[in-house]
């Protein structure tokens, strides 16, 4: 639903200081359906209230039929309607005054004047070689309420604009044929030339029936300072009389996230000054609450960004595409904003990381959009952080190649041949390095620039009773083809006492040790005794072919979401 709350004054005509010329006025539309709009209003000054009633119909982007029509509490009623299919229109217009109210400042005639009319018109709008143009036929009769004069009159009008290199030229006529009077014809041309660097000027003609009129001279400069654009003109206009007047004017129009504002003042020679202004937007109810956009239409998108990462949240860039094809880029700098979309269309909104060292989940959001939608499209903004691994083998070999696996993973990329990697990350989500060598282990918390590491046989592996399966290979394997991994253990005292019990026993082993932890191999192809035997058994040691390569599709399902390996 769409409403506007008002309040303001009409010009007065005399020195009277009546209340009746303040009004204040209330406006509503609600859409019943994608193509049938319904609206209300109330307008009310100190004597009188106007009461309104509307309906717009859309069956299409090419036709439509408009009908606002509205009563006086004195009874006087006011009608409006207006019927388009592109580009020919329809409109018509009354004014009904009653006879019994002689009452001065009356609400309707402050409005629309002191006489009964009614017009009726045809037309014809668009496109044409490169310009754009209009013609309309009206037929027009006005009377007094007392009925005793009338006046009736057949209008032709018809307007073309079209752009030129250096600048635009206008071009429009009315010709009026009034009944028992002389006919009238007025015509203004118009050009304005570009000058660059936002200066521009306007030279206009206007005529009538008797000849030229008078012509005006303005020089403009306009400037763009982000989302705001200010004005100023200095004119001068020269009559057939040679009465010559001078203005300066000014407005300033811009909007921030929420909201429009405009502002106009406006002085010249002869004394009058004037001084006005404005704030617009559209108010959006949902089952989230209420959201506000300096922007109109019959379709929105809100698009929330949740940052999880230090600092402010980063502006990224929405591309928005229309039936396929571009439509608008732009930035999002803050965590919501409300988007207007194009209703009847297939749109697809995007949101790019841009330079930001960010990732993006629910980034895209595809709809058809119909009028009177509001759509959602949340996102989880990611920072990303990056390290440099350099990592080797448990023969101490550099890693020739390196897979990211979890959902904190990005990307890896190879920085040389001898095993050395930047990998891309998520922050604060987990996610695990493999390789066809195995598992690969190195200090996450380690602060300096590079991170040394192993990837390691075995380890991925976190079965019980590994040893009653994997023994057999000791004797259907030739020793040298095999290595046996005896496990991981604490740093320090553990894995000190795991040494003293290896050589007790006479078992040649390799400690590798990484981010407090130490992992325990016999690489050499010793034989073993049945005492040692014994002791890897206890240890539930791993016997492993020691050329083998992790299938890393497998690797990923045995880890699965596991945080510690």
Known sequence: MDYVLGAGFFDQNDDSQS?????????????????LQVGAGVTSNSDSQYYQISSAYMPNNHASLEYVGGRYSEGDVFHTARLSYDPFFVDYRQ?????????EHRLVNLMYGESNYRD???????????????????HNTSSS????????????????????????????????????YDDELRTTLSYTLDIGDGLSTQFSVYGDEHGLDKNTNYLRMNRNHGNWFSNASLGASVDRDAQTMSD?????????????ATAYGYMNDSGTQSLSGGLSGTQIFSLEGVDTTYEKSRAFAKVSKHFNGAGDNPGVRLVVTKDGKYQQNREILQETSV??????????????????NVDIEGNRLNVFTLPGSYYHLEAQVIELLSRVVILDDVNDKPIDSLQCIGDGCVSVEPLSDDGVYRVNYKKDIPYRLVSHKGLCIYDPQAISHYTNGYCLPGIESEAMKRWPDSSKLLEQVEREELLVYLGRFKAGTESDGIKRRLDTHSIRYKAIEVAGEAFFYVMDKQEFMPAQIDLLEKLDAYVLLRNAEVDLLTIHTELGNKNEV
């Open 120 to 138: 009726i018109g045809v037309g014809i709008s668009g496109n044409l070689w490169g310009s754009t143009g209009y013609l309309r036929y009206s």
């Open 248 to 260: 300066l004017s000014g407005s300033l129009s811009g909007h921030n996230q929420h909201i429009n």
């Open 95 to 103: 004014l009904v005054l009653t006879r019994d109210s002689d009452q």
């Open 145 to 180: 309420v007392d009925g005793l004069s009338s006046y009736g009159s057949q209008t032709v009008s018809g307007g073309v604009f079209y752009t030129l290199p250096t600048g635009q030229i206008s071009l429009s006529v009315d010709y009026t044929n009034p009944v028992d």
């Open 19 to 35: 209340d009746a010329y303040n009004y204040v006025r209330g406006l509503a539309n609600y859409r019943l359906t994608e193509q």
């Open 339 to 356: 988007i207007k979309l194009d209703d009847f269309a297939s749109q697809e909104l995007t949101l790019d990381q841009g330079s930001n």
